[in-house]
């Protein structure tokens, strides 16, 4: 029997558009994840709608972004200058907005919704409820792991966001989880229901970013063809610990100096998000109170094709991340015969393969960063038989991995949601959920 597979889906993603410029602001990860996945999706013959919140005046109602893929922009809030920690007072604006797209089209227009990130996950609770379709969830980041290991200085996340991504948790007919890790602490952190967790490990984009030269790519970016070159790509703020690295290396970078050696340079490519030492300034002046200004260049948000340049012009790629559910920059560069030096975090474990593609660190003692940096930049055999494990590391990952297994989610979910359709008119919602809590109970 063939799975059931959804004509048209509403796809969710309240805080941020997929037609951002990944790197800066809001825009990271989920962006490039929502997007390959609804370009893959779309391709092998689902219809995708993806609602974002209009950013500018200038945002059409709906605009037609690929073959098969619909961006909607729903009004809700002034379009600049609203912080993401102010959106849950635009949300019932938003479900306004989304609800009113549906009821423009003939009843039963999408088959499912999979939301993004917990503000999506409200919007599509409700919807859920409304058009009597299955809703997939998938977190991206969670408040109560991020409260866990935050970076100095960084804000701790709302009791709110907590109890609303409990709500969408409880709620969702499936919830896709990068990891087996983030499956842990869904279930264990939040009290999800292990029987509708699906593990679907993100991908990259591995006609995009694949190995290429250094010397041109070094050319084309206008970077010192001859220095060993330490990079770190992502949005600039506290969780992403750039700092750490900056810190890390300047040792390094003096004694090699000292030494004669070939000089080690740092490439940081971002821009600003969030709150604390997110602004590049910031990082502008850490570099320069080490003395090591000269030896850091500071570039601004990149688009692929280009940060595929930035890759493979560098040596090693740093992640030196507080927290990270999966780390999407780890396996591009890997992909581009890079090897990686990462924070034992979160999705980071699977991500890099600890001593085949890359190092794992534990903790952010800035001793024990120079130290894995020194043993990494000491060794260039070392490092170029890690770029080719890094290489073969990344080829698992693919977006087309991660569309199949999102298929296999959306029909688990229309699978369960039909099966469960009498006894929601029969009981009603709320007994329906007392029964999957029991359920649930029973199951520990
Ligand atoms: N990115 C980009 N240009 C940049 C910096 C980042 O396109 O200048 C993209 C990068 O390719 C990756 C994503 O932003 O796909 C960041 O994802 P990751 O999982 O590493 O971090 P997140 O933003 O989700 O915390």
């Known amino acids: 029997m063939s ?49 974002t919140r209009a950013t500018s005046s200038g945002d059409a109602p709906a605009v037609g972004a690929a073959d098969g893929i619909t961006v909607r922009h729903v009004v809700a809030g002034p379009f600049e200058g609203l912080d993401k920690r102010d959106l849950p007072a635009q949300l019932c604006a938003f479900t306004a907005g989304v609800m009113r797209a549906e009821a423009m089209q003939r009843p039963g227009y999408y088959d499912l919704i999979h939301s993004h990130y917990w503000l999506s996950g409200q919007v599509g609770w409700l919807a859920r409820e409304r058009w009597g379709v299955p809703l997939v969830h998938t977190a991206h980041t969670l408040a109560a792991v991020k409260n866990a290991s935050l970076a100095e200085g960084d804000s701790a996340e709302p009791r709110l966001r907590v109890i609303g991504e409990q709500q969408v948790i409880a709620e969702a007919d499936r919830l896709v989880a990068n990891t087996d890790t983030e499956a842990g602490e869904l279930t264990g952190m939040y009290g999800a229901d292990p029987g509708r967790i699906d593990v679907v490990t993100p991908g990259a984009d591995l006609d995009c970013y694949t190995p290429g030269s250094r010397a041109a790519a070094r050319a084309e970016l206008g970077l010192d063809p001859d220095a060993t070159l330490v990079t770190f790509v992502g949005r600039i703020q506290p969780l992403k610990a750039p700092d750490v690295l900056i810190r890390a290396a300047a040792p390094l970078i003096e004694r090699f100096r000292e030494a004669g050696r070939t000089p080690v340079r740092l490439l940081i490519v971002g821009g600003p998000s969030g709150s604390g030492l997110e602004k590049p300034t910031a990082l502008i002046d850490l570099a320069a109170g080490l003395g090591i200004s000269d030896a850091v260049t500071f570039l601004p948000p990149q688009p692929s094709t280009r940060l595929a340049q930035v890759y493979r012009a560098s040596d090693l790629v740093a992640v030196p991340s507080y927290s990270e559910s999966f780390g999407l920059v780890a396996v591009e560069a890997q992909a581009c015969g890079v090897p990686v030096l990462a924070a034992r975090v979160g999705g980071l474990g699977v991500a890099v393969a600890d001593g085949r593609s890359g190092m794992l660190v534990d903790g952010h003692q800035i001793a024990d960063w120079t130290t894995a940096l020194d043993k990494m930049l000491s060794d260039p055999e070392q ?36 099966d469960t359709a009498s006894l929601r008119v029969a009981v009603g919602p709320q007994l329906l959920r007392a029964t999957r809590r029991w359920r649930r109970r029973r199951s520990r």
């Open 383 to 418: 490092l170029a038989v890690l770029g080719r494990g890094a290489r073969d590391h990344a080829a698992q990952f693919s977006w087309e991995h991660t569309t199949d297994a999102l298929l296999a989610s959306y029909a688990r979910a229309m699978d369960s949601f039909a």
């Open 3 to 51: 799975l059931p597979r959804p004509r048209r889906i509403a796809l969710i993603s309240v805080h941020t558009s997929p037609l951002a410029q990944p790197g800066t602001g809001d825009a990271g990860g989920l962006n490039v994840y929502v997007w390959q996945t609804a370009q893959r999706l779309a391709r092998r013959g689902v219809k995708v709608e993806i609602f």
